[in-house]
């Protein structure tokens, strides 16, 4: 075997005997050293190659890498956009239900305030008589004031008869007596009408995210404003609210939507006449809403499917299959949860849950 070049500048650097005239006994040891110094070259070239290889795997990886990266940077933004489009979809179907809810109610809305409009408008006419009457009795009373000033006695007593006669005539007792009751009644009606206003008004307006403390009372009561009248001809309400109830944070417009939602249900369960019992209570960690009604109930094999979205118990063309679902995910939102026991003939009690002064999702 060829010496190594390296061996060779070796021995003719260190070598007493040059590079050509080596001792037989070390013959064998410097052919060790040059099968070495080969086998190393051997190893190096092995080396290099391997380093070049995985350098160029590292290249190749390293492009891959930066066009994974592009890839996912874009899914992402593309899963973005589609989270954007889910939130927009969820609040149009949300915004859509509501309506839908006002749209059935719409009929019986309108009878709710027709009725308190009709009476103050006929308030209204009876008391544009009882005007016209009293203005006949205060123009009187005022010629006389007129004729007194001017020491016209005589004929002041002449149109003090003429007031007597008037007031006997338009019977201004019981006008006086009757203007009272007019007002009151006026003013019952009209704010019957200021109050189911503002109950639709608060619950039909444009979805938003905000959320304060809130009283679950004055909802449960503003929703039974706007329904009373698809529920008072169907079921008698009983409603047994703690006193002491604590308040919640949450989004009023929303938590409207989940009692209309129940409250209707149980309406439409019950066949005839029945019962519904609104009842709210406490303990140290939750605040608790049940709705119970007499109704048909619910069968054993749809409880499990009962907030699933589009699945409903009712006929075809009856429901959505949307307010329970819709309603379970506000529940959630607010860190609560929803319940319902149900025996078919029996009727149906529907339990929702929130933390104590529970914290809100920003989403």
Not at 23 to 50: T, W
Not at 251 to 280: C, K, P, W, Y
């Amino acid at each position: 075997m060829e010496r190594h070049s390296l061996l060779k500048r070796q021995l003719k650097k260190y070598s007493p005997f040059g590079e050509d005239k080596i001792p037989f006994e070390c013959e064998q040891f410097i052919e060790a050293v040059n099968e070495a110094y080969h086998s190393f070259d051997g190893d190096r070239k092995m080396l290099e190659r391997s380093m070049e290889l995985s350098s160029e795997e590292l290249i190749q990886m390293n492009e891959s890498l930066v066009s994974n990266e592009q890839t996912l940077i874009k899914a992402l933004r593309d899963l973005q956009k589609t989270h954007e489009e889910l939130k927009y979809a969820y609040a149009q179907l949300f915004q859509s239900e509501k309506l839908a809810s006002i749209g059935r109610l719409a009929s019986g809305v309108a009878h709710e305030i027709n009725n308190p409009l009709s009476f103050v408008c006929g308030n209204m006419e009876c008391m544009k008589n009882y005007t016209t009457d009293l203005l006949k009795v205060l123009c009187v009373i005022k010629k006389i004031v007129d004729l007194i000033n001017n020491n016209k006695m005589e004929k002041a007593n002449d149109l003090l008869r003429e007031v007597c006669r008037i007031y006997d005539e338009v019977n201004l007792d019981y006008i006086i007596n009757d203007v009272y009751k007019l007002l009151d009644e006026s003013k019952i009606g009209l704010e019957r009408i200021r109050k189911i206003i503002a109950d639709l008004r608060t619950f039909a307006r444009k979805d938003t995210d905000d959320v304060k403390d809130v009283s679950i009372e004055e909802i449960l009561e503003g929703t039974l404003n706007i329904i009373d009248s698809e529920v008072k001809y169907i079921a008698e309400v009983k409603k047994d609210y703690d006193p002491g109830l604590p308040r919640i944070k949450c989004n009023e417009q929303r938590l409207s939507q989940v009692f209309m939602n129940l409250i209707m249900n149980a309406v439409q369960a019950i066949d005839g006449h029945g019962l519904i019992l609104i009842r709210t209570f406490y303990d140290d960690n939750f605040v608790y809403i049940e709705v119970s009604d007499t109704g048909s109930g619910i069968p054993e094999n749809a409880l499990s499917k009962i907030f699933d979205p589009f699945f409903t118990t009712k006929p075809a063309g009856k429901g959505t299959g949307l307010g329970l679902s819709i309603s379970y995910e506000i529940v959630q939102k607010y860190g609560g949860d929803m319940k319902v026991v149900s025996k078919l003939g029996e009727g149906t009690t529907f339990t929702v849950m929130f933390p104590r002064l529970a914290a809100l999702s920003p989403e």
